[in-house]
């Protein structure tokens, strides 16, 4: 399935994952299957030791990687990732979801991802600071604000943004604020973006529950992963009328079917980092989380959780993937044949990348939008992209998965071919 000499994936691996949503869409792309091999390799990766001196003089190495999957439609975009089980391949196969998902609201952008194999939670803040800093100078030589701009994703966050953006502007002698997104407000940052990607899964959930005929008032909805995305998502449903029934994150599993308290909630994970200690709820073993009563499910932490055996066990009626990659392909096919719907992450959490976007554009000409007109703008690119992916999936029958890479997949194999191949 994969020839590239440096990778052995293994059938639950991301890029496997990633390279078999591509095969499905090839009967999809009419004469630009041609160029579909470009989907299959990422354009440049990059491998760089992480070297820093640690607080009690010992020196560490870490090591650390950023991946240009497909420049074709503008310049590389999509976030970096601190965490122990980062590497290559994973972070090739995030890479390439950014570029689809770029694609596939319309941003501008190729895709590009980074990472560093570390858990972070194990520095001090300087440690992590130097970390940051080394690194942001060891990608230095293919980043930039027209080349590839970084942004926060799995354990990174506004201030190591400012961290990297600080040490691009150093290395280079210019202020550029545009090179990465994410940052802390007065440098540049956009209002909205801490919670975009959390209110892109609500906005298309709520347009995938209504066209369904599922009512969020009063709907259950379970959550895996209560970090950036699950929160500000599970927050928007409750607003919306609908009841957090369970949370499952690295503490353990909750269930609580009147609801969690969403004020309890926030304080709980402001002060512990987990739910774990949340009063208000029975506690349950990890794996019956994927058989709890609920009407829509979020996966919202890392990749390949949703298994071929949890896609039986689920109980919801609409899936909303805010994790990159959480179901394997094989799931996506066992929760088609039991009738789940499943929104995509190349779509559904598209709305932290849509307002990068914003924040870029912004940093660019200087002028700053209000809150409103961003949220406003989200929910419009949101809405129309996934009624674009709605109307491809229906016209060919297929699932939005699919749909999602046929739209995208034109976009990136157009500008290929337009381009053409040069010399
Ligand atoms: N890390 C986020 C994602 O996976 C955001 C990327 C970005 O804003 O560039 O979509």
Redesign the pocket.
Known sequence: MSDLSYLSPTATSPWHTYLSQVDRVVPYLGHLARWVETLKRPKRALIVDVPIEMDDGTVRHFEGFRVQHNLSRGPG???VRYHPDVTLEEVMALAAW?TV?CAGVGLPFGGAKGGIRVDPKQLSLKELERMTRRYTSEIGIIIGPQRD?P???VNTNAQIMAWMMDTYSVNTGATATGVV??KPIHLGGSLGRVKA?GRGVFVTGREAARRIGLNLDGARVAVQGMGNVGSAAAELFVQAGATLVAVQDHTGTLVNPKGFDMADTAAVLKRDHGIGNYADAGRIDNEDFWDVDCDILIPAALEGQITPARAQRIQARLVLEGA?GPTLPEADDVLKDRGILVVPDVIC?AG??TV?YFEWVQDFSSFFWSEDEINVRLDKIMVDALKHIWDTADRHQITLRTATFAVACERILTAREERGLYP
């Open positions: 975009k999509g976030g950014m998902k701009i942004a926060p994703d997104t994410g990607t990159n959490n932290g990348v990068s």
